[in-house]
């Protein structure tokens, strides 16, 4: 079989007609079941060929293509984590849309990791049967609401926002800052901190409550297509049954994070195999001092160093992966996953940038878009700083947050 992760452009072989080898040079997709190879397989073209060619545009204008939902949804995208998939299966599904467009890969990963698994772990039986069979379909789409306006990094100890038991109601009170798909989504789950016992918990909010108001942040470099959104709950009710009964604590939270964060990190080995698609297929059909550009020994450098930055990604990935089927996966993992790939996008995307020269600037040839969301992974799902001083804390048994 054909490796699943291939290059993105079939016309693209050598002189002899042999195609060029694969952005998955060590074939870490062979790793897969027969099966979820062919999955993977109808996943690639379907992205490569309907989702890819057609984002551009809305990256541009800072726009939500909500067409393309349906589509996402019949390929499996809306239920990846209750899909019953290896972690293999679904870390390289995720690789694959970020291959496609980053800004959509956030909107699928946010959504199965932080909204569907997160209410089919932690909800009530009937939070499950009111939202998990929209969220599956992409009827409806969720929020993760947890980061405040003043609180980031540190939001486990800070989160101001409050949550008040009246009666046979909540009421929340507070404000949320980059919350993806924070103007859209129909459902929010926002994390407050209970007044009676100082505990953060976990509440269902719908976004047409009275009270509640989401206002986009514009003008952002990079996932531009991800609809981030201000929050403020201005005493926002709701019934007691809207507190997820599995979170009452942040420790629920924290591990949801923790899960995150790997998937970022297959969105910093997914966006490099991006780079590599599209510094290639330039370096091949550029032309410059009368021989493509590929043939120049200052261009071959940096496809070979992308291809390395990629692969390395893509292995460290798939030990990941390893570890959460075999249950040895904990947060230093995750953050050292998610530090790793992110940094090596960093360095991949601007050797990408730089190849392209001028046209490394400008939309119309993908780079600038790539170099730009690699921006966003390396900062959100906990700073480069951040992921390495977990990691740091791990190694040494010395905390330097405190």
Do not use: C
């Not at 405040?148 to 990094?153: L, R, T």
């Not at 926002?161 to 980059?178: H, I, P, Q, Y």
Request: proline share 4%; net charge negative.
């Amino acid at each position: 079989m054909t490796p699943v992760l291939r290059g993105e452009s079939p016309s693209v072989e050598h002189a002899v007609g042999i195609p060029f080898p694969d952005a998955d040079l060590f074939s870490f997709a062979s790793l897969l079941q027969p099966p979820e190879r062919e999955r993977l397989e109808v996943l690639h073209d379907f992205l490569q060929t309907e989702i890819r060619p057609v984002v551009g545009e809305f990256w541009d204008r800072e726009e939500f293509p909500a067409h393309l939902l349906p589509e996402l949804a019949a390929h499996g995208l809306g239920e990846l984590e209750l899909s019953g998939a290896s972690r293999l299966f679904r870390g390289m599904a995720y690789a694959e849309v970020a291959r496609a467009d980053v800004s959509l890969s956030a909107l699928v990963g946010i959504h199965n990791e932080l909204i569907v698994d997160l209410i089919d772990a932690l909800g009530s039986a009937e939070q499950k049967a009111r939202w998990l069979p929209d969220l599956r379909r992409f009827r409806a789409l969720g929020a993760f609401a947890l980061t405040e306006p003043e609180h980031g990094s540190d939001i486990a100890g800070g989160l101001a926002t409050t949550a008040t038991r009246d009666g046979e109601e909540w009421v929340l009170t507070g404000a949320k800052r980059w919350i993806g798909a924070g103007t859209i989504a129909d459902v929010a789950i926002v994390w407050a901190r209970d007044t009676a016992d100082g505990k953060v918990k976990g509440f269902l909010v719908e976004t047409d409550r009275p009270g509640w108001s989401a206002t986009k942040i514009e003008h952002k470099i990079g996932l531009r297509i991800m609809q981030n959104a201000d929050i403020v709950l201005d005493e926002v009710r709701i019934p007691a049954a809207g507190a997820l009964p599995g979170a009452h604590d942040f420790a629920a939270a924290n591990v949801m994070l923790r899960n995150s964060r790997a998937w970022v990190g297959w969105q910093g080995a997914g966006v490099q195999l991006a780079i590599f698609d599209v510094a290639r297929d330039y370096a091949l059909a550029r032309k410059q001092f009368g021989r493509p550009l590929a043939k120049f020994q200052l261009v071959q450098e940096p496809l070979s160093r992308i291809l390395g930055n990629a692969t390395a990604s893509l292995g460290l990935m798939a030990q990941i992966a390893r570890l959460q089927e075999e249950g040895g996966f904990d947060m230093p993992h995750a953050a050292l996953a998610k530090a790793t790939t992110t940094s090596l996008a960093r360095e991949s995307a601007a050797a990408g940038r730089a190849l392209l020269g001028g046209n490394g600037v400008v939309t119309d040839h993908e780079m600038a878009r790539l170099f730009n969301d690699v921006e966003i992974l390396y900062t959100y799902e906990g700073t480069y700083e951040i992921n390495a001083l977990i990691v740091g804390r791990a190694v040494t048994g010395v905390s330097a947050f405190v």
